[in-house]
DNA sequence: CTTAAAATCAATAATAGTTATCAATCTAGT
DNA sequence: ACTAGATTGATAACTATTATTGATTTTAAG
């Protein structure tokens, strides 16, 4: 948890678990999944399920929007106001009852739009 | 992609092969993912990545919103105009460029509204 | 302090969706 | 018909995640 907390980063679950070495040589990767199962369930967290391949986790369980990088693979959160009229004029469709909702912006982040070239290291640095 | 089309619900990569092997009893499921992909990259479709398990696929290529239930896992369309101008407001921001968004709703939808109980066989047949 | 039950952990096996491989088959152009 | 290139079916490989297990640690009681 403070590990999460303690970065702007929407880290992968890996990722987490190379840092919780650092302070715990022996942690294995199964007890991160589980603290973050638990943290996660408890509404301390959330997951961002992004692709259908590995999941980020996000420290900030309040609702706020992501951009993410098509080129690098960065997720940024977005500082716009949450949109709670969508919600309720989604309910008015019919479809349902609404209980929150995920807003995510695609494109090409300001760091990999100045350094276009493809060169080695400079973006991507937090992509696997 | 006729399959895709024929349907208003948003299949998983398994459903279509379910249904593809219906009309080609000898199709194989690496096959359907190939051409999902093909058809993926073509912008023909759109992949839904739901959860860190599997994706569902989506026959509008048109930017549109998506409600899921947080009950039966059904993903069905939202019928409310997509909102533009979020991308240039994210812009303004400078996280970068914006070239789309995505924007789910999760709740409990109608059907499993209505019926509450957990009776077998009531909600959650298109779920896995 | 001792002991027994409960909780936690590291290590590892298992699962599942997806992707890659590859030989065989099909297609088009000549 | 002949060849080159693309497509396919079958299957193996891969990867993130989850479940299992056996051992160690913690907790609580006497």
Redesign the interface.
């Known amino acids: 948890m403070e590990i999460l907390r303690s970065t702007k980063s929407h880290p992968t679950a890996d990722w987490i678990y190379d840092q919780a070495r650092k302070v715990l040589p022996s942690i294995s990767l199964g007890t991160v999944y589980r603290n973050l199962a638990i943290l996660k369930e408890d509404g301390q967290i959330m997951?961002l399920?992004?692709?259908?391949t590995?999941?980020r986790y996000d420290g900030n369980p309040e609702n706020h929007?992501h951009?993410v990088?098509?080129k690098c693979g960065r997720v940024?959160d977005?500082?716009?106001p949450v949109?709670g009229e969508?919600?309720r004029?989604?309910e008015k469709?019919?479809?349902?009852?609404?209980?929150?909702?995920?807003?995510?912006?695609?494109?090409?982040?300001?760091?990999?739009?100045s350094s276009r070239t493809d060169k080695p290291g400079g973006a991507g640095e937090d992509s696997r």
């Open positions: 997951e399920s992004y692709g259908s590995y999941s929007y951009f990088c098509l940024e977005v500082d716009i949109r969508l919600e004029e989604v469709t019919g479809v349902g009852d609404v209980y929150y909702h995920r807003l995510e912006f695609y494109g090409l982040c300001a760091h990999c739009r």
